[in-house]
């Protein structure tokens, strides 16, 4: 089952706070895929861009325009469990 996003909130150093249905809650650092995927480097160089994060209709994705997106599998597997 696809994991569905209840909450996603930008956090500052590039990270994601995201809450799933389930009441999973993750912080996913997006540094990693800055560094490893060219169209996500936008997220640093473009002003104001990484904090425009939003959710997809069906709530299984993030992303921040046609080039930059993260399905919401990755960050549930991904992402550092809150305690």
Known sequence: M???IKTLKPLSDFRLYVAFDDGRAVIYDVKEDIKEIDSYRDLESVYGLFECARL??????????????LPSDTLYNYGKVEA
């Open 2 to 4: 696809i994991p569905r």
């Open 56 to 69: 997809d209709e069906s709530r299984t994705c993030v992303y921040w325009n046609d080039f930059i997106d």
